[in-house]
């Protein structure tokens, strides 16, 4: 039975299994101002370069709304919502040769989404090399927001809100299984109320020795889990952050290591070396910009070498601020202290110590024991007005 009365409202059954844009090799083409509803499949499928979707609704898809792949293409001011699968999905670049696509997904709002298949289908989704996800706000989702495997993202200035909300083990911001994704940006983010009161998951969640990432300058506000977990790779860089209200501000394990060396339950030692090893790593400009890469061992390395690849090293975690009821929540394993830099990072129990206004703020006395903590631009997230 309606659960309200539905004489007033209509129903909507589409037969097209078509995407309703399919194009290949195109180049130089803007959809701009037009809504796309009602499939069965993909909305709009295309593989060519400098694309342009702008100013467009996609609605009601039972697939993804957008999927694109090439290089310079943008999707701009869109409004996505009630898809089946994912949002904005934007393939490209090369990673042997680490040349970027510069893919862009910015100042889109997509909500909504992840309808029928409710886990693994991002809100926004970057792969290959060197694209852009800036300035969108993401809401109402059963599982993860973005997601950016590969190297050399940027994820920068979004607005996430109501997510991952029926699911413990998943992150708004999520990859992983990599340990040579090295580049990835993600800055200047405001994550709010992920999870609920019953799912308690992760904000930035960096799975499984996924490894060569930097945050800074994020916010991340009433995520019920842990506002960042670290899977234990390496060369993982957290510094520069607001954490308020989670149960772990900061979770970095070393479970690779834990696994090797006292049969822990985390088996992933030949993923972490065979992700490493299909890169051509030991030339440039690899070799110039991740040395650490290449100067990585394997199985038969003493596992007091820094390089051994199960050590979680190179990490620094440092300048951090976080609010959490307990102190446990801030758990760093010796191993990444060890073969890594952990400092600077306070501990309150209620942000009325240390947040001076709803900007996200630092009280004077929080800077004074901060002086390197550089001002998040709080003003800045989010969607603008064109």
């Known amino acids: 039975y309606p659960p309200a009365k539905i004489e007033d409202s209509s129903a909507m059954l589409s037969l097209s299994r078509d995407n309703i844009i399919k194009a290949d ?18 909305a709009v499928v295309i593989n060519g370069n400098h694309c342009v979707i702008k100013n467009c609704r996609l609605v009601d898809i039972c697939g993804w709304a957008i999927k694109m792949k090439g290089e310079n293409n943008i999707v701009y001011g869109c409004d996505v919502s009630r898809t089946g699968e994912g949002g904005i999905s934007l393939e490209g670049g090369d990673r ?5 696509a510069n893919n862009i997904a910015e100042n889109n709002y997509v909500h909504d989404w992840s309808e029928l298949f409710r886990t693994y289908h991002a809100g926004i989704a970057v792969s290959g090399c060197g694209n852009i996800v800036r300035h969108n706000e993401l ?3 059963p599982h993860l927001a973005i997601t950016h495997p590969g190297n050399e993202h940027l994820v920068e200035y979004n607005y996430l809100h109501e997510v991952v909300q029926e699911s413990h083990d998943a992150g708004a911001i999520y990859t992983g299984l990599d340990g040579a994704a090295h580049g990835t940006v993600t800055r200047y983010n405001f994550l709010k109320n992920v999870g609920n009161d019953k799912y308690f998951p992760c904000g930035i969640y960096w799975d499984d020795t996924l490894s060569g ?25 957290v510094f520069n952050n607001i954490m308020i209200n989670s149960e772990y501000p900061i979770l970095f394990d070393d479970r690779l290591r834990d696994g090797m060396l006292n049969n822990g339950w985390f088996k992933g030692f030949g993923n972490m070396i065979n992700t490493v090893r299909k890169h051509p790593v030991d030339s440039e400009p690899w070799k110039s910009r991740y040395p650490h ?9 003493d596992p007091e070498d820094i390089d051994y690849a199960a050590n979680p090293s190179y990490a620094v975690v440092k300048n951090n601020v976080c609010v959490c009821k307990e102190e446990w929540g801030f758990f760093i394993a010796d191993s990444v ?17 240390c947040i001076a206004n709803e900007k996200f703020e630092l009280k004077p006395e929080v800077k004074e024991k901060l002086p390197e ?3 998040i631009p709080f003003d800045k997230i989010g969607r603008y007005k064109d």
């Open 96 to 100: 042997d040769t680490l040349t970027h």
């Open 337 to 353: 202290k060890k073969f890594g830099t952990v400092e600077n990072n306070l501990l309150y129990s209620d942000e009325s110590e």
């Open 373 to 375: 903590f550089e001002p």
């Open 213 to 237: 990432q930097t945050a800074y300058g994020n916010v991340l506000y009433n995520v019920t889990g842990k506002a960042f977990l670290v899977g234990g790779g390496r060369d993982n860089v």
């Open 139 to 141: 809401a109402n989702s």
């Open 293 to 301: 890469l290449s100067m990585i061992k394997g199985e038969d390395a």
């Open 25 to 42: 090799d195109i180049e130089y083409v803007t959809f701009e101002g037009i809504t796309f509803k009602g499939n069965r499949n993909d």
